[in-house]
């Protein structure tokens, strides 16, 4: 590598350091690279592995590629990793033979995984699920009774982490056909909780497909169909349906279902500690992020207001992932617009992109926003033009 981009590369490590406010010494103990090295990678005199750049960017919430060639390069190592990914489900029902991990190792594997899919490390995760598909697909077909249930609902969450990285760069029918392996998954699995999780998944299809009337009815389906909320993982299942529901009838401009649906959601909310069930975050602050959304779905210029006004004394904990935190900063961002407040979009959007960059780079509201912002932007704003190019927003 260059001097100069060895430097470079530095300066964005040092950058994204200091973004979340990590010290060198607390950066090696979410990393596991020495302080010296960072402080040499900082300083441009050394030039990190592969294998040093991806702990760095899981420590900093970010990319190996936003460190190593700065946020101009469409991210390619996921779009090379599709075929793999196409051919390891080719064949879910008859797998090749191979070796099969102990339940508790796949199970530390998929856990891995899930991390990576909601803290937005989607060239992670398409690079790594497809062995890791295929070893599940044997763990399946060799099992029986309760063993070859619990490998299919660790296989079901792969393939739920396989479909975020298919869905955020537009292999839509590959989607699709993974939210159908998870159903297939599921229905051996035979957990109702889990049988939620699929009908949530699957609301991407009716997004994709503009059907929203129909995705609504879905997922009202899916929660008339659970079981009574006895258990915490049968009620954060439940309140995710409505977590989700809320945002689809938002979407297609029913204030009532949306109000409804996120009264229900709150209720069962409160009894659920704030953690990732079956891949999924629940708790009272995903809840709290969904009223911002619900609020920007409707486009109450009050509501909005309300809103705007609560992100002001409040803000999403760094302990929930960070797909979910940026998410709700592209939201606030969008209420912003909304208000008239172009100034105060910006730097939301800011926010989310130092907290999770992928899925900001591929996510269309972003764009959007961007591309407002930029017509609305009052003499040049060369910080906001270099993020809407590296959107590939204009």
Not at 65 to 88: C, F, K, M, N, W
Not at 188 to 196: F, G, S, V
Request: glycine share 6%.
């Amino acid at each position: 590598m260059p001097a100069a981009t060895a430097t470079h590369l530095g300066y964005r490590v040092a950058a994204a350091r200091a973004a979340i406010g990590l010290t060198r010494r607390e950066t090696y103990e979410a990393s596991g690279v020495s302080v010296s090295m960072i402080r040499a990678v900082e300083g441009g005199t050394r030039t990190p592995s592969d294998t040093v750049l991806e702990a760095l960017a899981r420590a900093l919430h970010t990319t190996p590629e936003y460190l190593a060639d700065g946020p101009g390069r469409t991210d390619s190592r996921v779009h090379q990793a599709i075929p793999a990914l196409q051919a390891a489900i080719t064949t879910y029902d008859l797998p090749e033979d191979g070796p099969v991990r102990p339940l508790r190792d796949l199970a530390a594997a998929v856990e891995e995984m899930t991390t990576a899919r909601v803290n937005s490390q989607y060239s992670h995760v398409a690079e790594r699920v497809p062995t890791l598909l295929e070893e599940l697909f044997r763990a399946v077909d060799q099992a029986d009774g309760a063993a070859r249930r619990r490998a299919a609902h660790l296989l079901a969450l792969a393939i739920r982490s396989a479909d975020a990285a298919a869905y955020k760069y537009g292999y839509r029918d590959l989607s699709g056909r993974l939210i159908e392996l998870m159903r297939w998954a599921v229905a051996i699995a035979e957990d109702p909780a889990l049988t939620a999780v699929v009908a949530y998944v699957r609301t991407e299809v009716f997004f994709a497909a503009n059907r929203l009337a129909s995705g609504l009815r879905a997922l009202q389906r899916a929660a008339d169909r659970m079981p009574p909320p006895t258990t915490v993982p049968l009620a954060a299942a439940a309140a995710a349906l409505h977590m989700r529901a809320a945002v689809v009838a938002g979407r297609a401009g029913s204030a009532d279902d949306a109000r409804v649906h996120l009264a229900e959601a709150e209720r069962l909310a409160r009894g659920v500690p704030e953690r990732l069930y079956d891949g999924t975050a629940v708790g009272p602050d995903s809840v709290r992020i969904h009223q911002l959304a619900v609020a920007v779905e409707l486009a109450d210029p009050a509501d909005l207001g309300l809103a705007v006004a609560e992100a002001g004394r409040w803000a999403p904990s760094r302990d929930l992932p960070a797909e979910r935190r940026s998410h709700y900063y592209i939201d606030l961002g969008r209420a912003q617009i909304a208000l008239g407040r172009p100034q105060h979009a910006r730097e939301s959007l800011l926010v989310a992109r130092r907290i999770a960059p992928q899925h900001v780079r591929e996510h269309g509201q972003v764009r959007t926003e961007l591309a407002t912002l930029v017509r609305l932007s009052r003499g040049r704003d060369d910080e906001l033009l270099a993020m809407a190019r590296w959107a590939r927003a204009v």
